[in-house]
């Protein structure tokens, strides 16, 4: 990848422009020609860099229900318990770890169920040794974005502790048809929205529209790129927990949003077994990165019982999809 190559990553994770002609939007800040922008895009997704260009939902907002599970599995097993796990629809996020709950995964459920019945599910399914679940109590930070060209591409630090649970939106028929056509992966194309609009059943002004409305009001987190990590040249991450007195975890937490190695920064439940409550992701290009920017965080909060707890293999990786079947 060359410079330009990265600059455009920049752009499409963290400020894509929801426009009818994106692609030409973007050429003008890079600066290149609106094919040649086009040409890049469709290149890196090639290349496997780009996962996906899709809209980033608030799930609770949505009326949808999520939380962390952790499985201890014997070491034989994982793979099988794995693919148990990923076969799951609601389950976005599914990776082995370094720890004796070694399989950590994400799952989002619509208000017909509970992902912790889902969970109990899955757990009578695949047996592991023992489960813990990790709902959210307060969103410190999240949105994940790599910073490609060391010009500060980070994901955004939420103002301020925000408590789980945001009250759902009202949503019409209009809006979900709105919220299935933005969260498919978008094409690399001169007026991608219009293809997108036109399976929806809507004008690409609507669809457009209903899209900066669902940013205003939250419901839509974010709209842009998803990178393949690895690919992209981050290939470590640890999730950090950190052992925090209850009434240090809003200063702790805010403290650790602000850093720009940190992705996602929650406070979660603790356990007899796990008297970790706040949970920090942090990625980097090596490990020694990692546990650099974990010493920092340790050094900036005054907290020093805590583990990093490394991904060793992804099983599966995908934006959760709403209101399909």
Same mark, same amino acid.
């Given at each position: 990848?060359?410079?330009?190559?990265?600059?455009?990553?920049?752009?499409?994770?963290?400020?894509?422009?929801?426009?009818?002609?994106?692609?030409?939007?973007? &050429?003008?800040?890079?600066?290149?020609?609106?094919?040649?922008?086009?040409?890049?895009?469709?290149?890196?997704?090639?290349?496997?860099?780009?996962?996906?260009?899709?809209?980033?939902?608030?799930?609770?907002?949505?009326?949808?229900?999520?939380?962390?599970?952790?499985?201890?599995?014997?070491?034989?097993?994982?793979?099988?318990?794995?693919?148990?796990?990923?076969?799951?629809?609601?389950?976005?996020?599914?990776?082995?770890?370094?720890?004796?709950?070694?399989?950590?995964?994400?799952?989002?459920?619509?208000?017909?169920?509970?992902?912790?019945?889902?969970?109990?599910?899955?757990?009578?399914?695949?047996?592991?040794?023992?489960?813990?679940?990790?709902?959210?109590?307060?969103?410190?930070?999240?949105?994940?974005?790599?910073?490609?060209?060391?010009?500060?591409?980070?994901?955004?630090?939420?103002?301020?502790?925000?408590?789980?649970?945001?009250?759902?939106?009202?949503?019409?028929?209009?809006?979900?048809?709105?919220?299935?056509?933005?969260?498919?992966?978008?094409?690399?194309?001169?007026?991608?929205? &219009?293809?997108?609009?036109?399976?929806?059943?809507?004008?690409?002004?609507?669809?457009?529209?209903?899209?900066?409305?669902?940013?205003?009001?939250?419901?839509?987190?974010?709209?842009?790129?998803?990178?393949?990590?690895?690919?992209?040249?981050?290939?470590?991450?640890?999730?950090?927990?950190?052992?925090?007195?209850?009434?240090?975890?809003?200063?702790?937490?805010?403290?650790?949003?602000?850093?720009?190695?940190?992705?996602?920064?929650?406070?979660?439940?603790?356990?007899?077994?796990?008297?970790?409550?706040?949970?920090?992701?942090?990625?980097?290009?090596?490990?020694?990165?990692?546990?650099?920017?974990?010493?920092?965080?340790?050094?900036?909060?005054?907290?020093?019982?805590?583990?990093?707890?490394?991904?060793?293999?992804?099983?599966?990786?995908?934006?959760?999809?709403?209101?399909?079947?």
């Amino acid at each position: 990848m060359d410079h330009t190559d990265r600059k455009l990553l920049n752009l499409l994770q963290t400020d894509f422009p929801i426009v009818s002609a994106p692609f030409a939007a973007l &050429a003008e800040r890079l600066p290149v020609s609106k094919d040649e922008a086009i040409r890049r895009t469709k290149a890196l997704r090639e290349r496997g860099i780009i996962r996906e260009i899709s809209a980033v939902f608030d799930s609770a907002m949505l009326g949808y229900r999520s939380l962390l599970a952790a499985f201890s599995v014997p070491k034989d097993r994982v793979e099988q318990v794995a693919e148990i796990v990923s076969a799951h629809p609601g389950v976005s996020h599914n990776y082995e770890r370094r720890h004796a709950y070694n399989l950590w995964f994400t799952i989002t459920v619509p208000p017909e169920t509970t992902p912790e019945a889902e969970v109990e599910h899955l757990a009578a399914q695949a047996r592991p040794r023992a489960v813990r679940m990790f709902p959210v109590v307060r969103l410190f930070k999240i949105g994940v974005a790599f910073d490609m060209t060391g010009e500060g591409a980070t994901g955004a630090a939420v103002r301020g502790p925000t408590a789980a649970g945001s009250q759902p939106t009202r949503l019409d028929e209009g809006d979900i048809r709105a919220v299935r056509a933005l969260q498919r992966d978008l094409p690399a194309d001169p007026q991608p929205f &219009a293809a997108l609009a036109s399976q929806a059943g809507m004008t690409q002004d609507e669809l457009l529209s209903k899209a900066r409305t669902f940013l205003e009001t939250g419901a839509m987190r974010r709209y842009g790129a998803a990178l393949r990590h690895r690919e992209a040249g981050f290939l470590a991450n640890a999730m950090s927990v950190w052992q925090v007195a209850e009434d240090a975890v809003e200063r702790v937490g805010l403290t650790m949003a602000a850093h720009p190695a940190v992705s996602h920064c929650y406070e979660r439940p603790t356990y007899p077994d796990w008297p970790y409550c706040i949970f920090a992701m942090i990625h980097g290009r090596k490990p020694e990165d990692c546990e650099r920017a974990a010493r920092e965080l340790s050094q900036a909060t005054g907290i020093t019982d805590y583990l990093l707890l490394y991904s060793t293999r992804e099983f599966k990786k995908t934006r959760v999809k709403y209101f399909e079947q």
